[in-house]
């Protein structure tokens, strides 16, 4: 997968969660979150934000989580002290559960793909182009 292709993936995953089905990538991109923007607002109106703690994996996945939610509008934070993988944002629950989380696991799923698809490829033609699994040794008979 190129660059480009993952990042037109990327502008599908935004527009599926909004539900738009304009057609060209810009455009449908900017009505996605322009539609889950609204969303969000009126969300908050029938149920209001509470703070929802993420715990993330890496720095990766969790640079990931701070940018959609700052493409909502919505303000990530942490507190003094907690690991820079935890991420503190108010957010409606029903928005956090129906579509922030799902979108989150779906952009994640496909930026991991990718990664790792260039990490084989870079490790290959620079180091060793065999970087497969390891084997495993055999059970050692018991002494005695």
């Known amino acids: 997968m ?18 738009t089905t304009f057609e ?3 455009i449908a991109a900017a009505t996605a ?8 607002a009126e969300l908050t109106k029938l149920d209001p934000p509470r703070e929802q ?5 890496d720095i990766w996945s969790t640079k ?10 919505l303000r990530p934070y942490r507190q003094r002290g907690q ?18 989380w799902p979108e989150m696991n779906e ?8 990664l790792l ?11 060793h182009p065999d970087a497969t699994e390891l084997d495993e040794a055999p059970k050692a008979l018991p002494s005695g």
């Not at 703690?53 to 994996?57: A, E, G, K, W």
């Not at 990931?64 to 509008?73: E, H, I, K, S």
């Not at 698809?117 to 180091?127: F, N």
């Open 2 to 19: 190129t660059e480009a292709e993952l990042l037109e993936k990327l502008q599908r995953i935004e527009a599926l969660f909004a539900g």
């Open 24 to 26: 060209g990538e810009r």
């Open 33 to 40: 979150r322009e539609k889950l923007r609204a969303k969000l």
């Open 53 to 57: 703690r993420v715990t993330l994996p």
């Open 64 to 73: 990931l989580f701070v940018a959609l939610l700052r493409r909502y509008d």
């Open 83 to 100: 690991r820079r993988t935890t991420v503190l944002v108010m957010v409606p629950q029903k928005f956090f559960d129906d579509t922030l």
């Open 107 to 114: 952009l994640f799923a496909t930026l991991q793909g990718y």
């Open 117 to 127: 698809e260039v990490t084989d490829r870079v490790i290959a033609q620079a180091i």
